[in-house]
């Protein structure tokens, strides 16, 4: 989703047609998207690696979640300086779409099932886990504020410089 999201901006730019008006849909969208981004990129290693691996792994996903929070506004930065905003869009569309592209060619680890047993695949083994999520109150409740937050508070961030770009033209 946040792929053709972020698609959608960069056309709106090269239109000519993003506007606040249009933008601030769009950061609603966008932050309740990120939000089940951030749940999926958490809830799935334990699909992908050995139990004895676990630990390593998600220490591993919070050490590249948090340089990404450092490393892609650097890019975006030097795409927008360098080209423009839509650009600095597509260029994330691209990479959005490209992770999702490599997501969906890591086999599951079998690990944990008899060798008779077929293990989901790490769509199934996801949605599972979401749908279990979604059925325990506590989950739900933390599901429902980590929502709220990336809905209101991280869209502004990331959508920032297409709004200084198009306010201080």
Same mark, same amino acid.
């Given at each position: 989703? +946040?792929?053709?999201?972020?698609?959608?901006?960069?056309? $709106? @730019?090269?239109?000519?047609?993003?506007?606040?008006?249009? /933008?601030? !849909? $769009?950061?609603?969208?966008?932050?309740?998207?990120?939000?089940?981004?951030?749940?999926?990129?958490?809830? *799935?290693? %334990?699909?992908?690696?050995?139990?004895?691996?676990? #630990?390593?792994? *998600?220490?591993?996903?919070?050490?590249?979640?948090?340089?990404?929070?450092?490393?892609?506004?650097? /890019?975006?930065?030097?795409?927008?300086?360098? @080209? +423009?905003?839509?650009?600095?869009?597509?260029?994330?569309?691209?990479?959005?779409?490209?992770?999702?592209?490599?997501?969906?060619?890591?086999?599951? &680890? #079998?690990?944990?099932?008899?060798?008779?047993?077929?293990?989901?695949?790490?769509?199934?083994?996801?949605?599972?886990? $979401?749908?279990?999520? @979604? +059925?325990? !109150?506590?989950?739900?409740?933390?599901?429902?504020?980590?929502? #709220?937050?990336?809905?209101? %508070?991280?869209? *502004? &961030?990331? @959508?920032? !410089? #297409? /709004?200084?770009?198009?306010?201080?033209?």
């Amino acid at each position: 989703i +946040n792929g053709v999201l972020k698609a959608l901006v960069a056309a $709106l @730019f090269f239109t000519d047609m993003l506007t606040i008006g249009t /933008l601030f !849909p $769009l950061l609603v969208v966008v932050g309740a998207a990120g939000s089940m981004d951030q749940v999926a990129a958490k809830t *799935i290693v %334990g699909s992908l690696v050995e139990e004895k691996d676990l #630990a390593t792994a *998600i220490t591993l996903n919070a050490v590249i979640y948090t340089m990404a929070g450092f490393i892609g506004p650097a /890019l975006a930065g030097i795409m927008i300086a360098q @080209f +423009n905003v839509g650009a600095g869009f597509l260029f994330a569309g691209a990479l959005s779409w490209l992770f999702v592209l490599a997501l969906s060619r890591v086999p599951p &680890i #079998a690990a944990d099932n008899p060798p008779d047993e077929v293990r989901p695949s790490c769509v199934d083994d996801f949605s599972a886990r $979401l749908r279990y999520s @979604f +059925n325990d !109150p506590l989950l739900k409740l933390l599901l429902a504020l980590h929502l #709220a937050s990336a809905s209101l %508070g991280r869209p *502004i &961030i990331e @959508f920032m !410089p #297409a /709004l200084a770009s198009s306010l201080f033209q």
